[in-house]
């Protein structure tokens, strides 16, 4: 089987650009399959750093095809935008191929995400990041979206988008809120049209293909498994399926080419946006964890949420995704620690239970059981092999291997490329 997968197996932000930066190295082809520019995946690569949000992490590996998929909702003119950032920074971005199944954000869906949020009480808030994610996706859902393949027919795709953008006006009137200029942002989108129409394929057939020839294929989610729509902790999620299934609807392969499935999680865990988080840090530790991890988000610059590792959702994640290989990430993180939470069981309601609950009502409830482990108290930076790891931290790593009924397969101890081996 040629089709390897790799999800997040928390609430995102995992690292999973870096790892698809790190397995590219044997691999033909990644193909992005869900979310949108809502995600953004950081690579450093020697002095230069990169965050991408629509174009796979494949960009960075010469003669890679880099294929954004059916699954996806897209901004063209942000697409646009990265795409001439990256050939301004000397990236060949003739690998690219972007979906003609995908859909399309404009600026209306952007306005509406805006007004959701910012209307919504101060408990029903998701934490959304406001690029229209949701909105498109609900478009695509009640048959009123607008497909990739659009962009190559102009006359259609203006008719369309004015369309659209006078619907939407009419719900802003409606509202009391400022229309859109819809003159000006068909201009917008008709420059990105023009700029992107080379690279719109069919990309089920050529993702199909290239596994026909014997490629090598990577399939890269966005978010994390705790944000996929279905799985997720609902309401406070992502509006697609982030999850490995989410691999063969969003890009269009078959479940029987599915081989490994790469599971990427941190040595603790973060959550961006609103929704219940067991494990979160509210005292010192915590602002030392995000400090330390730089966590502050891609795209929005948002601070992450930060706390302990938690075994019972990510070992629900694990068995979710069918996880074969486990990625941990921002070991180095933990180095200066003279203690280590893992949080291995919930107390819901007096009772003990090792079963996560994705009821948010539920799991807002939830007091994390803690197992304390030694830390190691010097820097795992320039690790480089399993063995010259400090004993506790393999303990610690065994752990949470054991706890998730994973294997580690690779392990990372700093943002650079050469800051990640194989176990």
């Known amino acids: ?34 979310g949108g520019n809502n995600a953004g995946h950081t690579v450093e690569i020697g002095k230069e750093k990169y965050v991408l949000h ?3 992490s494949g960009i960075f590996r010469p003669g890679i095809a880099c294929v954004i998929g059916n699954g996806l909702v897209v901004d063209p003119v942000s697409l646009m935008e990265e795409m001439q950032e990256l050939a301004g920074r000397g990236l060949d971005i003739s690998v690219i191929e972007l979906s003609s199944k995908s859909q399309l954000i404009f600026q209306y869906h ?27 996706y609900a478009d695509k859902a ?18 369309l988008f004015r369309e659209q953008a006078a619907a939407y006006n009419k719900l802003f009137r409606e509202a009391g809120v400022r ?30 293909r290239a596994i026909k020839a014997g490629k090598r294929i990577l399939c890269e989610g966005a978010q994390g498994m705790w944000l996929d729509i279905d799985h997720g902790t609902y309401p406070y999620v992502t509006s697609s399926n982030t999850t490995a299934g989410g691999a063969c609807t969003g890009a269009g392969i078959a479940p029987r080419h599915i081989g490994t499935v790469w599971g990427v999680m941190k040595a603790y865990t973060t959550r961006v946006g609103e929704g219940p988080f067991p494990t979160e840090l509210f005292d010192q530790t915590g602002e030392e964890l995000r400090q330390a ?57 007096g009772k003990t239970t090792a079963d996560m609950t994705v009821s948010a009502h539920v799991l807002a409830k939830a007091k994390p059981v803690y197992e304390t482990m030694p830390g190691w108290e010097c820097s795992t930076a320039e690790v480089r092999k ?10 610690y790593l065994k752990r949470m291997a054991e706890l998730v009924d994973s294997e580690i ?13 194989s176990v």
């Open 1 to 34: 089987m040629s089709v390897e997968v790799l999800v997040g197996t928390q609430w995102g932000d995992e690292g999973k650009g870096k790892l698809i930066d790190v397995l590219t190295r044997d691999i033909d082809m990644v193909v992005r399959f869900q």
């Open 54 to 56: 629509l174009v796979p």
């Open 110 to 136: 952007k306005e509406m995400d805006t007004i959701r949020e910012t209307q919504c009480p101060g408990d029903k808030k998701i934490g959304t990041t406001k690029r229209g994610i949701g909105p498109a």
């Open 142 to 159: 009640g048959r009123i979206g607008i497909r990739g393949s659009e962009l190559t027919n102009p006359p259609g795709l203006e008719k």
């Open 179 to 208: 229309e859109l200029n819809i003159d000006a942002e068909w201009l917008r989108v008709k420059a990105a049209a023009e700029y992107l129409a080379p690279f719109v394929k069919d990309t089920v057939l050529s993702v199909n």
């Open 293 to 349: 991890g730089g966590e502050f988000g891609a795209t929005t610059g948002r601070p992450r949420r930060c706390g302990w590792f938690d075994a019972v959702a990510s070992a629900y994640s694990c068995m979710v995704n069918g996880v074969s290989k486990l990625a941990v990430t921002k070991l180095d993180v933990l180095d200066e620690l003279s203690e280590i939470k893992i949080c291995t069981t919930y107390e819901i309601d």
């Open 386 to 395: 399993w063995d010259d790891l400090p004993e506790n931290a393999r303990k």
């Open 409 to 421: 397969a690779i392990i990372s101890v700093g943002p650079k490329r050469e800051q990640t081996f």
